[in-house]
């Protein structure tokens, strides 16, 4: 069975200069202009509306949005002219207008193409809220919908509001079977492992991704040593031209690294997704000179965010966990232990069976571990540590 999931994302347009505001301010004037137009003239039909708002001097995604729009609001009868402010009847734009681009590159990672006329657009960079970023990979990767959009300007800040839809499995945690968490690390050395026990607390074979974290390391050096050799502005030159496609090719093996680890929670039965709450690392990201830095901390974020809207997407639930400590406890006997080296993990109690062990599939299994079932209300849960 399929549910549809429908939130509105509030996306703030950061910091648009003088000349876009000016054009936001005239799109949100005409459209009002408009609007009234055609409620005084009754257009209690599309046709109607159309012919009077086909002469405004707005993006045709306007037009459209209250040809729709009018004649409903007479059908309500319940409005005057005088109720029809834009804090109430904020701009509208059809779905074919508004869309999203990405540049992860930017401190401001999201831009929303906003239309003005018909053959004018701005592109704003746009801060969605904290906790929605799986939202946004959703539609940008076109797993969901753009709805109906507004445009709303509150306090001097300007935001649009984007219905976005995504078609979910039902879970199938009304089984009667005890759900298994799935632990999910995600890291330098394999872009993920995952790992879980089986009934009787034994792990199970692990999958790990480390192909694919060799590649996005070996994008990552060839990018930042062709650009360090260069001239300053030699280096800013081949940054335009070569840094979207790093990041469009790193977006596209997490993209399959998402894909595949939900493919493998699929095959275990009423599985939970387990993850590390990565919130604190996206809040933390160096947006200041360290490409390299926030590239790495960027991979780990959309890779988190991707897990969980696709699990969802399949009717798992997704946990997400404390982070602290998981890669230095040991999944055994529960002591800190150490990382003699970056793949390893040490345990220091004598009376262990564990020595050492994979440090990525020792943290998988405490990331699972982790995973309460009791305090799990809401499918998902995030702390503000
Ligand atoms: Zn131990």
């Given amino acids: 069975m399929l549910d549809e999931l429908t939130e509105t994302l509030q996306l ?3 910091n648009p200069n003088a000349h876009k ?13 408009a609007l009234h137009d055609a409620f005084d003239q009754d257009c209690d039909t599309q046709t109607k509306t159309n012919d009077v708002v086909v002469d405004y001097d707005l993006s045709g995604y306007a037009k459209n949005a209250l040809k729709q729009y009018v004649p409903n609001l007479l059908d309500e009868d319940t409005y005057d002219a005088d109720e029809l402010r834009e804090e109430t009847h904020p701009v509208r734009f059809t779905n074919e207008g508004p869309s999203l681009d990405h540049k992860p590159q930017n401190a401001i990672e999201w831009y929303v193409k906003i239309p003005h ?37 509150r306090d001097g800040e300007w935001y649009v509001h984007m219905p976005v839809t995504r078609g979910v499995e039902q879970s199938r945690s009304a089984s009667a ?16 492992t995952v790992c879980h026990r089986d009934e009787r607390g034994t792990p199970t074979t692990p ?8 590649e996005v390391r070996r994008l990552r050096k060839t990018y930042f040593t ?7 502005r030699e280096a800013a030159r081949l940054d335009e031209e070569y840094s979207d496609e790093l990041w469009a090719r790193i977006d596209q093996l997490i993209d399959t690294v998402s894909s595949d680890v939900v493919a493998h929670a699929q095959t275990v039965e009423n599985p939970v997704v387990v993850l590390e709450d990565l919130q604190h690392l996206r809040e933390n990201m160096d947006y200041g000179r360290f490409m390299n830095r926030r590239l790495h901390g960027w991979a780990f974020a959309t890779l988190h965010a991707q897990i969980e809207y696709k699990a969802t997407e399949h009717g798992i639930p997704v946990a997400t966990v404390e982070p602290a400590y998981t890669s230095k406890t040991c999944h055994a006997c529960g002591e800190k232990g150490y990382r003699p080296r970056q793949g390893t993990f040490k345990c220091t109690n004598e009376e262990c069976w564990v020595s050492e062990y994979q440090a990525d599939i020792n943290a998988a299994l405490n990331i699972a571990d982790r995973y309460d079932p009791a305090g799990e209300s809401q499918p998902q849960t995030h702390s503000d540590s």
């Fill in 12 to 14: 703030k347009l950061v």
């Fill in 21 to 33: 505001q000016r054009k936001l301010r005239e799109t949100v004037d005409e459209y009002q202009l």
């Fill in 207 to 214: 999958t790990i991704w480390s192909d694919e974290s060799r």
């Fill in 117 to 153: 006329h018909d053959d004018y657009h701005l592109w704003l960079p746009a801060q969605p809220p904290a906790h929605k970023h799986d939202w946004l990979e959703a539609l940008y990767h076109g797993d969901a919908e753009m709805g109906e959009c507004q445009l709303i300007e």
């Fill in 177 to 192: 079977s005890e759900p298994t968490p799935i632990g999910v690390d995600i890291g330098e050395a394999a872009l993920a």
């Fill in 226 to 232: 062709a650009t360090r050799r260069l001239q300053q």
